[in-house]
């Protein structure tokens, strides 16, 4: 059964910071990966998503690399701003159209 | 863009009452969700279908039946509302099979059970 482990659960860093947000998962036969944000009492958005074949997604100052054999991804956000503030989750899908989700990352970038 | 829309933003019921929670989405899409979110559990997947009159059990299914006349909507039902049942409910949808199109969710529902 998939499983899909994010750490750390929450991270305060100062604005400006670069910083890197980490998920792993037990099953390496994925099809692809996805990392959302969510905003308190909001639904998920959908940030990156990774097929299997690939190694990395950039959007803006967002990129998220995959490494299958190892069961990792990172979501590496640059010039951290306060608006990043959220809550960060990745997902990972197996054969079926479901998702196995972590619980997050709640990240605040303080100004 | 994809809309995913969810009726009710909040909700208040009563022990024992029948609930529906709708969602409807405007991009055709073939795959819809609903989880729901509870402090330290996630996301917990509750059923999904992949086409109309289809369903199938996620791994909480216990208490809730769905309902998917048309495309575009999937309804969540509870039969008899109980106080476990509140939590934050998500809907979501997907293009189709072995796609590889982002998962979109609705804004939320929290449920309150009294």
């Known amino acids: 059964k998939q499983e899909v482990t994010q750490i750390p659960a929450a991270l305060s860093v100062p604005e400006g910071e670069n910083l890197v947000l980490n998920c792993s998962f037990t099953?390496?036969?994925?099809?692809?990966l996805q990392w959302f944000r969510q905003d308190p009492g909001k639904g998920l958005t959908s940030l990156l998503l990774?097929?299997?074949?690939?190694r990395e997604q950039t959007s803006g100052r967002l990129n998220a690399s995959l490494d299958k054999s190892s069961g990792r991804s990172t979501l590496y956000i640059a010039a951290s701003q306060p608006g990043d503030s959220a809550t960060y989750l990745c997902?990972?899908?197996?054969?079926?159209?479901?998702?196995?989700f972590g619980k997050g990352t709640k990240l605040t970038v303080n100004p | 863009d994809v809309k995913v829309t969810q009726s009710s933003r909040y909700l208040v019921k009563r022990t024992g009452e029948k609930v529906f929670l709708e969602c409807v989405q405007d991009?055709?899409?073939?795959?819809m969700f609903w989880y729901r979110q509870d402090p330290g559990l996630g996301l917990r997947l509750i059923y999904f279908?992949?086409?109309?009159?289809?369903?199938e059990k996620g791994d909480i299914p216990e208490g809730y039946s769905v309902s998917r006349e048309k495309k575009e909507r999937f309804s969540l039902i509870l039969e008899s509302a109980s106080t476990n049942q509140t939590s934050m409910y998500l809907c979501?949808?997907?293009?189709?099979?072995?796609?590889?199109?982002?998962?979109?969710f609705g804004n939320g529902t929290r449920l309150t059970v009294t």
């Open positions: 979501a949808s997907s293009l189709g099979d072995r796609d590889n199109s982002p998962l979109h």
């Open positions: 099953d390496s036969a994925i099809y692809n």
């Open positions: 279908s992949y086409d109309v009159k289809m369903k």
């Open positions: 991009m055709d899409h073939e795959n």
């Open positions: 997902a990972v899908r197996g054969g079926s159209e479901k998702l196995v």
């Open positions: 990774i097929q299997s074949s690939q």
